[in-house]
């Protein structure tokens, strides 16, 4: 059966991507739906590369959730010592710890393309968002049978479920901010 996918931490935080590929760069897609003293959950977080400024936006009355199934990453997650970031090893289909409608917005970068049950997560995304609350959701473009590969068709059927406030793409990949 396959599995989820892990990536070592090293691979998703290191000064190259950084460099590369800043963490500013897909922030500056939702930076303005982002509010101080917003609740954020950052589903699929790794290691936290994007923590620090998502951190930042939400400021000290906020609070950013940190959930992804890799021991590993959560460990990185907590030895970057935000005081407003509470990280737990969990999935994005079982986030049972929060509540309906408890956050105001959901930070889910290149995860659901390496997740088995895509209708899980969306429907567990969207059950923590408040009404109106936005999300910015990324997927690499996926085919074939690989079960955690995410179509175009399903990529469609993954926004359809919201209200589209601005989408894109690239070669590799698709992103939305969309709102509940
Ligand atoms: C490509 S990485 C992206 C990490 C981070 N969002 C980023 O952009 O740096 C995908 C992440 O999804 C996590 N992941 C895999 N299965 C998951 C699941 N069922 N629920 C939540 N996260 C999952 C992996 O452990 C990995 O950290």
Redesign the pocket.
């Known amino acids: 059966m396959v599995q989820?996918?892990?990536?070592p931490p090293f691979v998703?935080?290191n000064p190259i991507r950084r460099a590369f590929s800043p963490p500013t760069r897909i922030v500056s897609r939702f930076r303005d739906s982002v509010k101080p003293g917003m609740v954020v959950l950052?589903?699929?977080?790794?290691p936290g590369?994007?923590l620090p400024l998502l951190s930042r936006l939400v400021g000290e009355k906020g609070k950013v959730w940190a959930?992804?199934?890799?021991p590993r990453?959560i460990e990185k997650v907590k030895r970057k010592g935000l005081s407003n970031v509470e990280a737990r090893v969990g999935?994005?289909?079982s986030l049972s710890f929060l509540e309906d409608g408890s956050v105001d917005f959901v930070f889910?970068?290149?995860?659901i393309c390496?997740?088995v049950?895509h209708k899980g997560?969306i429907s567990e995304m969207r059950r923590v968002m408040k009404p109106g609350a936005r999300a910015y959701v990324s997927s690499r473009k996926g085919r074939g049978r690989d079960p955690r590969a995410v179509t175009e068709e399903e990529w469609r059927e993954i926004l359809s479920t919201f209200k589209v406030i601005e989408s894109g793409s690239s070669f590799m990949e698709w992103w939305a901010l969309v709102e509940k």
């Open positions: 989820d996918r892990r990536i998703l935080d950052d589903v699929g977080s790794g590369f994007f959930v992804d199934p890799d990453a999935s994005a289909s889910s970068n290149l995860v390496c997740l049950d997560a």
